[in-house]
Structures are given as structure tokens and as C-alpha cells.
């Protein structure tokens, strides 16, 4: 009795150890999950993005395209291998920037002129375009990605119409001002930390009338979502650190710094709208992306004469019949600045006409207060003659 009383304790407690280890094994399960689990709260964004940002200060990798492996993978059979993935972007975008090349440009159907890519990396768009008819020159600074541009040129026949050559957005020096019609930028802004630095270099370079294009992606939540917790850390798409959410552009500040502020608008100049976010470069240079619709006109800041038109609303119904109008806070002739007469005295009003004026405003409120009053208590209007009092008001106020 007693050694089976015994084999029972036994059993209960080998079986309490073995369910102790279960939850203690489970609950490491879960922890480790949880770390390997994205976050998805974006991070805190740049003070600014249209100025250039310390180096240093992003978490982007900017080297992963001289990587044998990924460096490998932009013309990929398989168009969800990490860089191939742009692939698919060729179908909206390429027919997009042709349809704006041509339109702004007039270009015959030959597609003539010279045009370059600004970061072709594998030579994706630079190759596409270039099947077109145009003459393209790509320039980026990984020179594994430059090798499988060329490779990728010579595999389609188009090694004639294109040339691929070592270079930096931010450092354009080896071509000279005035030298291309068009400039391209795809997926190339996202990746900058001195955009106005490069959009420099870029408006130095066009010509005379040249169209700049580009995509690029916007900063908004969804975007983190898709670019960054998908893209990269759950479905493992793209390499990582490839992007960095804070470095996306929004549509407002590429609109900015795609702007010519310091240089007058030109008199010859068109002000015809780009079809997608233009923000004109200028009088002589136009910009165009395939981003949201946006008008081509610079920014100019309001005008004084317009500031001057602008007044309060009137506060009574019978405040614009009845009243002055107000003298413009914006008028000319300031109170310390009066003109004087040919007798040396002030054309400032005298205080008499003040103490009328204000008397005319209280009157007119008081009648407007008394009318809403009534109108608010659902009572008849009192048979006051309060049309008299207003008309005598502005007599005396004449």
C-alpha cells in the first residue's frame, strides 16, 4: 500500500516538472517572438528635409549596391529578388516620363537630344528609356550596379544609345552647364541627405527649357507600412537598411525645393502646368514627377494691395449700410507719417471727428445688439425708428 501511495507522489510531481518546463519554454517562445516582431511606430522625423542633414544621422545604407549578392540581383528572372523588385515599377512610371518628355519638349517621334539619369543604379529605367529611342546617360557611385547597367544595355542591343559613368548627385562636374534636355530621378530623392545640393547640380545641367522628372516616396504612415515593415523586415523584399522612412519626401517640399525663389519670374517664359507635381525650377527650366497633381506657377508672396483690401466682416445688419468704412491698416499715409497743408497744419483728423466717429460705431452696435435681442426672444421689434438714428449717425459722422 505503502510503495504504491509512493509511485503516485512520484508520477504527480514528474508530471508538475514536466508542465513547469512547458510554460517556462512558452513563455520564452513568446518573448522571442515579440523582439523579432516590427515595430510599427514610425521613428521620430527629421527638424527638416528640404536642408541637408549631418552624415551620420540616418540609418540608410547606401553601400548595399557594391554588395556582390544584392549587386547581383538587379535583372533578376525573379522579379521579387531584392533589387528586382523595381522592375515592376517600370510599367506606370517609364510610359509616364516619355509622355512628359514629349509633351514639354515637343519632340518628334526620333525622341532626339541628350538625357540623363541621376543614380541609374543597375540601369532599370536608364535601359527602358533608351528602348525608346532616347539617348541616355546613367551615373551612379556603385560600380558593381554600373557593371550590370552595361551588361544589361549590351543584353538588350542598346549599348549605342547608352552610357554609363561614375558619379554623385551632389557632383555633377563632369558635365558642363547647359547640357542636357532632361534629367531623371527615379528612386534616387529617398536616398539624398542634401537634396538641395543635388537639385542644384540638376538645374545647372539642363538646358534652357529642360524638363526634370522623378519618383520618389512619400512620407506618410502607409509608406512606413509598405517600404519599411513589409517591404523590409517582414516579407524581406529588399535588402535592409535600404531605406529610411525620415528621408522619404513629401509632395509640399520636393514642390519647394523644386522653386527658383531668388531669380524674378522670366517675361518669355510659359506657364503652362506640368501633368504631374510640378513645381516649376524656374523660369527656364520645368519640373515634373509622378506624384500627385500639382500647379507649375512659382510662388510669389501676397501683395500689399491686396492685404490693403482685405477687412473685418461686418458684425450688425446694419453695420455696412450704416457705417464708415474703416480706414486701411495698410494705407500709405501712416498717423506719425501725415503730409501737411500749405498752412503747416496736420491733415490728421481732429479729435472731435474721432469722438463722432466712435460715436457712430457705438450707435450702429447698440441698434444691431437691440435687433438681435428681439430676434432672440422671439418678441416684435420695438417701434423705434432706428433706420433715422443710423442716417443721423453717418450725417454727423460726415
Known sequence: MATRFAKAVAARVGSAAVLGGGVRAARGAITAVGKRLPELVPPLEFPSRIEPIAAGSSSIDNDVYDDDTVGSSWHSDDPTDQLATLQLLNTARIPYFDRVWR???G???GRPGAYLEVGCGGGIATVALASLGYQMTGIDPAARALDEARAHARARGLADRT???AGDAYDLSAFP?????GVLMADVMEHLLDLPAAVAEVRRVLKPGGVLVFDTINRTYKSYLAAIVLAEEVLQLVPPRVHD??????PHEAAFLLQDRPSPPHPAAPRTGSPGLAASAGPRRRTASSSTRRSSEAWRPPSSSTRA????PPRGPS???SCPPRRSRTSSRSPRSMSTTSAGRSSRPSRAAVRRGRHCRATCNASAGARRRD?????????TNQCEQATEAQKRCN
Do not use: G, N, Y
Request: hydrophobic share 40%; with cysteine; charged share 30%.
Open 375 to 383: 430676434v432672440l426672444d422671439r418678441r416684435p421689434p420695438k417701434p
Open 107 to 109: 519632340l518628334p517621334p
Open 309 to 312: 483690401s482685405c477687412s473685418a
Open 103 to 105: 509633351q514639354q519638349l
Open 163 to 165: 552610357v554609363f559613368a
Open 245 to 250: 522612412w525620415r528621408l522619404f519626401l513629401k
Open 177 to 181: 552647364d547647359d547640357s542636357f534636355d
Open 319 to 321: 453695420r455696412a449700410a
